[in-house]
């Protein structure tokens, strides 16, 4: 070890990076895209982060410090604005592009709560609308991913919060 090694500071983690890390995890499942027809392509992948973060989210809001929503939801951002950067979005456009990331996630959360708690539609309509973008799978795979999208909510709903936010997921 070189004496500027030891001098040399780790870079800190960003606020519930660990749980952030797992979201991600949950969304890539090969079985998201396989047996759920996801499609895999960008906006396929954009759509399962979105739909794993809303079901956390979900659950955060319920008993956890509102500080811990919105530092999930400013690692997804920052997520986001990373990989649209990747993508080659450039720094004049880039925050149009990452307000519109912040509006579909919000959007999604809004109907993703909404079909959770049974008030205007089902999951798998909001699923049919949001993670398929309009044109579902067959119906197999939409009820397939509908019964996963709940039977995680269920299990996070029974989740200790202090699990959660050290980046375990059920």
Do not use: C
């Not at 951002?77 to 450039?90: A, K, Q, T, W």
């Not at 709560?113 to 049974?118: E, I, K, N, P, V």
């Amino acid at each position: 070890m070189g004496l500027l090694d030891r001098f040399r500071m780790a870079a800190p983690r960003a606020p519930l990076d660990d749980l952030y890390h797992a979201v991600v995890a949950r969304a890539r499942d090969p079985l998201w895209y396989t047996a759920g027809a996801v499609p895999d392509t960008v906006d396929g992948r954009f759509d399962m982060v979105a739909l794993i973060t809303s079901l956390v989210l979900i659950r955060l809001e319920r008993e956890t410090d509102p500080a811990h929503t919105v530092a999930l939801t400013e690692r997804f951002v920052d997520d986001m604005d990373g990989s649209l950067r990747e993508l080659g979005v450039g720094d004049m456009t880039i925050g149009k592009h990452v307000g519109r990331t912040v509006s579909a996630l919000g959007g999604r959360l809004g109907a993703y709560r909404s079909a959770l708690a049974g008030e205007v539609e089902p999951l798998s309509a909001a699923l049919a609308r949001n993670l398929y973008r309009g044109a579902p799978p067959s119906a197999e795979a939409l009820e397939w991913t509908a019964a996963q999208a709940q039977a995680l909510a269920d299990a996070l709903a029974d989740w200790p919060a202090d699990a959660l936010l050290a980046g375990r997921l059920p």
